[in-house]
């Protein structure tokens, strides 16, 4: 499976993942697309209004860093939880997925390195 480019947009709280060449275009026009590129459809859903950090995909689930936490979808981007029991309300900055372990390691600002169960697990965190 090839993990689409993600594009962020720090002004909106809004990412475009571009599934078809990976070129991951953003959406510079509310979602619409940009006529000199890859149409991009927005998949912010119910996300905070918060600037997006970063974006990964682990198997079918999407997670997003952002200015207030982590938040993960089951729907492509449709529907967002926030993701991550302990983490505090602080800017996450990088995700990372290490697919063997079923982790996912977020970076943030100021308050450490943080693990926490992806797929299956029940998103329980530890420092």
Known sequence: MTVPRASRSRSSGSAAVDAGDGAGQPARDGGVGDP???PATTISGNLPNAPVNDLVLAGRQLYVANDVGVFRSRS???QWE???LRLPRTPMME???HEPSD???VG???RGIYSIETVGGAGRSTR
């Open 36 to 38: 000199d590129s890859h």
């Open 76 to 78: 492509g981007g449709n």
């Open 82 to 84: 926030r993701y991550g």
């Open 95 to 97: 995700l990372r997925v």
């Open 103 to 105: 982790r996912l390691y």
């Open 108 to 110: 943030s600002f100021g």
